[in-house]
């Protein structure tokens, strides 16, 4: 009896176990009191197998108010507020400019940015010749007393250092990256002084000795140097040259930075403004023992004469060029001032023979005439004693009725900039036909070699504007790159 019981009680309990069996794998999710028969079922399931190599990321069940990772969180970055303080004129792409940051009082900074307006390099401090238009470098000294050395920053950031002191100084920081430097060495049979050219990385090009100190050296442009020595002692033949030019001449050594080329012992005119301008500098003209004869070098050192035509030699002077163009006159007495063209291209000479030709006034560094673009714009005295502009093409013949009030300045593409007649720190711009374009008042134009870019800058308006008056753009101040200058 008992033995046969016990058969039927387990086959009762078998049949309760397949039963819960099926009821797990194919009904409903177990309920909150049914925890002993779901215990053996995960919580989460995923029909896609986890990568054993990468562990999956241990996530809380718990609600969001619980406390979370105890990394810190990044500080934010200082909000600055740049205000422009000066704006500089634009030289191979580059101006200089001058700002501070509203957020940081008595805080200067000094930078460069292209024609876009975009920052370039900048940093904090001082400077050695504010304003200066460098060509996208600036240069920096230190400030103790300690610390005398020398910085270039150029606008790509990079900075060359001349540690400074003792025998070796500096001479003259000239711009566009060149620095010089001076040592000086002393012994018992002889004293020099040597003079150490530097490009903008800091590469030394060249050097040049002299035996004192009363040296000039001037950077006259577009990579060429000029060296003086003041003590100097001509030889018969030299003297004899240089007593033969009518003007001011001074003997020179010249350095050619471009082809790492020496021209020495050249005479110079010194009367006037001695430019690189546009890949030539016009060195010497009309000595009285060659007349009508001028000389110029390109920027390669690659020396060059041309002869004026017999009925212009007389007391003729070089005034001015641009674009293959030379622009000449005459001292003269008494009568109309001549003005002469020189197409260096074909080597025709034009003389201007028009209606105004008793109302051309101009001189070496006064009311100069302009050429460019095929085009010359002279300076005439009007019977008011005022100075207006005629625009001439490139025969000499007026393309106007009658001339306009101002100096001329520059000619540039389409547009022609004269100085305001009233105000000199005013540009006026015009088209070639002579209609006014605009004015732009407080112009930089003095520290201005040629508006090639077309921006003009004032440091009053604290902007860069272009020919027609309105703002050229605004200054990204975003893509600048801070540099540190040692201590």
């Not at 024609?115 to 400077?127: E, H, M, S, V």
């Not at 050219?197 to 060429?224: F, H, M």
């Not at 020495?264 to 003209?285: A, N, T, Y």
């Amino acid at each position: 009896m008992k033995k046969t019981l016990a058969i039927l009680l387990a086959a009762v309990l078998l049949l309760s176990l397949t039963a819960c069996g099926e009821k797990a794998e194919t009904g409903p999710a177990p309920s909150s009191n049914s925890v002993s028969a779901s215990s053996s079922v995960p919580e989460t399931s995923s029909s896609a197998p986890e990568s054993s190599s990468t562990p999956k990321p241990e996530t809380s069940p718990v609600s969001s108010s619980a406390p979370e990772s105890s990394s810190p969180e990044p500080e934010p970055e200082p909000k600055h507020d740049y205000e422009l303080t000066y704006a500089g004129c634009f030289q191979n792409g580059y101006a200089y400019i001058q700002f501070k940051d509203k957020a940081e009082p008595g805080k200067t900074y000094h930078g460069t940015i292209d024609t876009q307006g975009k920052l370039q390099a900048y940093f904090p401090g001082r400077i050695v010749h504010e304003g200066a238009n460098m060509g996208g470098y600036i240069y920096a000294k230190g400030t103790s007393n300690e610390n005398r050395s020398y910085y270039v920053v150029g606008p790509d950031g990079n900075i060359v250092t001349y540690p400074l002191g003792g025998d070796l100084t500096y001479k003259s920081y000239p711009g566009e990256g060149y620095f010089v430097t001076k040592e000086h060495q002393a012994g018992f049979d002889a004293e020099d002084w040597i003079f150490h050219l530097y490009d903008g990385a800091g590469k030394e090009l060249t050097t040049w000795s002299c035996g004192n100190d009363n040296v000039d050296v001037r950077y006259l442009g577009e990579g060429i140097f000029s060296f003086q020595n003041h003590y100097k002692k001509l030889t018969e033949e030299q003297q004899a040259e240089k007593n033969s030019y009518i003007r001011y001449t001074e003997c020179v050594d010249l350095y050619f930075a471009q082809s790492n080329t020496w021209l020495k012992d050249q005479f110079i005119m010194d009367d006037f403004p001695i430019l690189c301008q546009d890949g030539l500098l016009m060195l010497r003209w009309s000595s009285r023992s060659h007349p009508g004869e001028f000389t110029y070098a390109d920027t390669e050192g690659t020396l060059a004469t041309i002869t004026m035509p017999e009925e212009f030699r007389n007391d003729s002077y070089y005034l001015k060029h641009r674009d293959g163009v030379m622009l000449f006159s005459q001292t003269k007495s008494s009568g109309p001032v001549p003005l002469y063209r020189y197409d260096m291209q074909s080597g025709q000479w034009l003389d201007y023979q028009g209606k105004y030709i008793d109302k051309l006034t101009f001189g070496i560094q006064s009311y100069t005439p302009v050429t460019a673009e095929g085009y010359t714009t002279v300076a005439m005295r009007g019977a008011d004693s005022r100075i207006y502009t005629m625009l001439m093409d490139k025969d000499l013949k007026e393309l106007w009725d009658s001339p306009i009030l101002g100096e001329p300045f520059a000619i540039t593409k389409d547009t022609l900039y004269l100085i305001d007649a009233d105000n000199n720190g005013t540009l006026c711009t015009y088209d070639l036909k002579g209609n006014p374009i605009s004015k732009v008042e407080r112009v930089d134009w003095s520290d201005m070699p040629w508006p090639d870019d077309g921006i003009l800058s004032s440091s009053y308006h604290k902007g860069f504007y272009k020919t027609d008056g309105t703002p050229a753009f605004e200054i990204d101040y975003s893509t600048g790159k801070l540099v540190t200058l040692p201590e």
